[in-house]
């Protein structure tokens, strides 16, 4: 089963060109580590919450823009191996000492996938999630995210994932419980949609809310806090 580690970051904007810099030298010690898939994504389209948004989720401010990333393991021993190697190269050190964002602001936890439909081959865009489920409810949710990836694979998305928490923790400024303004028995989900590109996004979109299978299908979670936004990826490797 597919394990995620995920990751919310605010970014100065003007530091945009560092901060690939810094994502591209971290690339090959994680594919040493076992990493399937990095991705590093830009904030292009992350609108403003009335209760809780992407922004919030890491503090941003006026001048700082929401990156939303992730690693793919094949497994969690792999992840949990690779963050035990993580810990102990000196490599990780030296990247830290010059980090191109405030690192005590960003977001990340260890999830386990429940649907992945599609193939993220040629993705130009990414539509990013993240949604408070009630622990009791991972089964519905599952049962949820698999029925609604086809109406978005139909509709011009390349894949599209869904995972609920496995390891994460409480953060002493931000993370994923508060970001989603959790409740007693909530957990956090962290999911996205590849696309080709934003026009096909989009127009997939505007098709999608008028596909009748998207009537009707009550979501096991409370939408109205569930946080979200559009990303263009930096880097794919």
């Given amino acids: 089963m597919t394990y995620i580690e995920g990751f919310l ?47 919030g989720a890491v503090a941003a ?26 810990m102990a190269d000196p490599r990780l050190a030296e990247m830290m000492q010059d980090m191109p964002f405030d690192g005590r602001r960003m977001v990340m936890g260890g999830f386990e996938s429940v649907s992945d439909a599609g193939d993220g081959r040629g993705t130009g865009f990414i539509d990013g999630i993240v949604l ?7 089964a519905a949710f599952a049962q949820f995210a698999r029925g609604v990836a086809a109406p978005f694979l ?27 303004l959790a409740e007693a028995g909530e957990e956090p989900s962290f999911g996205w949609v590849e696309w080709p590109d934003r026009a096909t996004r989009d127009a997939g979109w505007e098709a999608i809310m ?26 794919d490797a």
Avoid at 64 to 72: A, D, K, L
């Fill in 132 to 138: 408070p489920v009630k622990t009791a409810d991972r």
């Fill in 61 to 86: 401010t006026a001048d700082e823009t929401v990156v939303f990333s992730w690693f793919e393991y094949p497994d969690k021993a792999t992840r949990d191996a690779a963050t035990a190697k993580m």
């Fill in 154 to 180: 139909e509709h011009g998305a390349l894949r599209v994932m869904d995972t609920v928490a496995d390891d994460v923790q409480p953060g002493k400024q931000t993370d994923f419980f508060r970001a989603i």
């Fill in 9 to 55: 970051t605010p970014v100065p904007t003007a530091n945009r060109d560092r901060y690939l810099e810094h994502a591209k030298a971290a690339v090959p010690m994680f594919k040493d580590f076992g990493a399937a898939r990095m991705v590093e994504a830009w904030g292009e389209d992350v609108p403003r919450g009335t209760r809780n948004d992407l922004w």
């Fill in 210 to 235: 008028a596909d009748p299978r998207m009537q009707g299908n009550d979501a096991p979670f409370d939408g109205k806090r569930m946080i979200f936004g559009g990303f263009t990826p930096i880097i």
